[in-house]
């Protein structure tokens, strides 16, 4: 697990996911490309450079190596030939060994389908990995990725999505303190502190 891709299907997908981990592997030496597939303009008259902009302000709190945004319409990722090929051009361009994506069952058609294309693309990695994301079902993790030392650092990144957290206002839900809580529990089930769950589909040691 040296040359990793970490893809999520919007913006925020992949700081609520596995943020905490990405910052722990980048630490750890390994080159990480970070992709997102949809600009996020068609939600709720949210523009492309709304959302583009939430994730520069992220990015100013992670280190990566390389920092793809596809053009896709938030609602309209699909699991078709030219996906999976523009996935197996980034493997082929950034000799990617590892894969973490969201999880495949979910109730967001995005990440399903996303998930579907990593399934397509299995055997061009080692390793593919699942995350789980606030929309994934029937998520049962079999692999943990200690983020103690991450966590707040991952609270600071997920607060420049101003419009996440206001959209989960609005249904009076506190997105922030719901991460802390998943990460907890996590935590609780890998004995540390904080934690996030992953499913492996496939690793090769």
């Not at 200690?146 to 991952?154: H, L, P, Q």
Request: contains cysteine.
């Amino acid at each position: 697990m040296e040359n990793i891709l970490i893809v999520g299907a919007h913006p925020d997908d992949i700081e609520l996911g596995c943020i905490g981990s990405l910052m722990k592997l980048k630490k750890e030496g390994k080159k990480i490309v970070y992709l997102v597939m949809t600009n996020g303009g068609n939600w709720e008259k949210k523009t492309y450079k709304d959302r583009v902009d939430e994730i520069k302000k992220a990015l100013i709190h992670i280190d990566v190596d390389e920092v793809i945004v596809g053009a896709i319409q938030d609602g309209y990722l699909k699991h078709d030939p030219d996906t999976i090929d523009f996935l197996s051009n980034i493997i082929k361009k950034y000799s990617i060994d590892t894969v973490l994506c969201q999880y495949y069952k979910d109730t967001h058609q995005d990440h399903v389908n996303l998930g579907l294309n990593t399934l397509s693309i299995a055997t061009s990695c080692k390793n593919l990995i699942f995350y789980e994301s606030l929309t994934s079902t029937e998520f049962v993790p079999n692999y943990y990725i200690d983020i103690s030392k991450y966590e707040i650092d991952k609270k600071n990144v997920l607060k420049e999505y101003v419009s996440q957290i206001e959209k989960y206002k609005n249904r009076n839900q506190d997105l922030l303190s719901y991460i802390d809580a998943k990460d907890k529990i996590n935590g609780i089930k890998s004995h540390v502190d904080y934690a996030e769950g992953f499913i492996i589909n496939k690793m090769v040691q």
